[in-house]
């Protein structure tokens, strides 16, 4: 079964510090998502990208984040000079439309920790 | 008011008991719902969607009132293997498929 892809699976990094989140959707989808889940709390939606720009993003994605899509397979979420409140699970997903009903797949997780 | 309310338990129910979740969402123009399932510390996994007829998948049963901005799940003859958090999710509409999440309601089933 396809399935979406995240690497690492867990990153730490000192503050300050840029990282690169990668992930690889579902081959054959058109969307692509980033959303996080800080520890205890609710799963927030960053930002959705499509055709090559982003096409939504929520008010957590200030100018700290950028995401982009480099070759025809990967999908990188950026997070530069990290704060100690970036700390979060982030998800990938995909989803092959973006029709109300379309089903979104989850990537299994990138744990970050900013020490 | 938060754009999509469950409570947040913990459920603790024997097995084969029956538990329902309650969830409510504030934007009235949101097009499509769901639950999903996400075991500790993983992805959210869709468990199903939610139409306005209700609908059942085995042991779950789903429901939505517009009217009422509400949605449930129904779980039937719970197993230890349903253990896990609930998560009320609405897609914001608006297109590019948006979805908004509760902050989930967890369920502990014990033997």
């Known amino acids: 079964e396809p399935e979406v892809t995240q690497t690492p699976s867990h990153q730490v990094t000192q503050m300050g510090q840029e990282v690169i989140l990668r992930c690889v959707p579902i081959?054959?989808?058109?969307?692509f998502y980033w959303y996080r889940q800080i520890l205890g709390q609710k799963v927030e939606f960053l930002v959705s990208?499509?055709?090559?720009?982003?096409?939504?993003k929520s008010e957590i994605f200030d100018d700290q984040f950028s995401v982009e899509r480099p070759d025809g397979s990967n999908f990188t979420l950026k997070i530069r000079s990290t704060k100690l409140e970036d700390s979060a699970m982030y998800f990938c997903a995909s989803s092959d439309g973006a029709a109300w009903d379309t089903e979104a797949f989850f990537g299994q997780g990138t744990r970050l920790t900013v020490v | 008011r938060k754009e999509v309310e469950q409570d947040p338990g913990p459920f603790n129910v024997p097995e084969g008991a029956t538990v329902a979740f309650n969830c409510t969402y504030s934007n009235s123009a949101s097009q499509s719902f769901f639950w999903y399932r996400q075991d500790c510390r993983k992805e959210p996994k869709l468990l199903m969607s939610?139409?306005?007829s209700g609908n059942e998948d085995g042991r779950f049963t789903a429901q939505l009132n517009r009217a009422s901005q509400y949605i449930s799940l129904l779980i039937r003859d719970s197993k230890l293997s349903d253990s896990a958090t609930y998560l009320c999710v609405v897609n914001a509409g608006g297109g590019y498929n948006k979805l908004i999440f509760g902050a989930g309601t967890r369920l502990a089933v014990h033997p």
């Open positions: 990208f499509y055709n090559n720009e982003i096409s939504e």
């Open positions: 081959s054959n989808h058109l969307y």
């Open positions: 939610v139409y306005s």
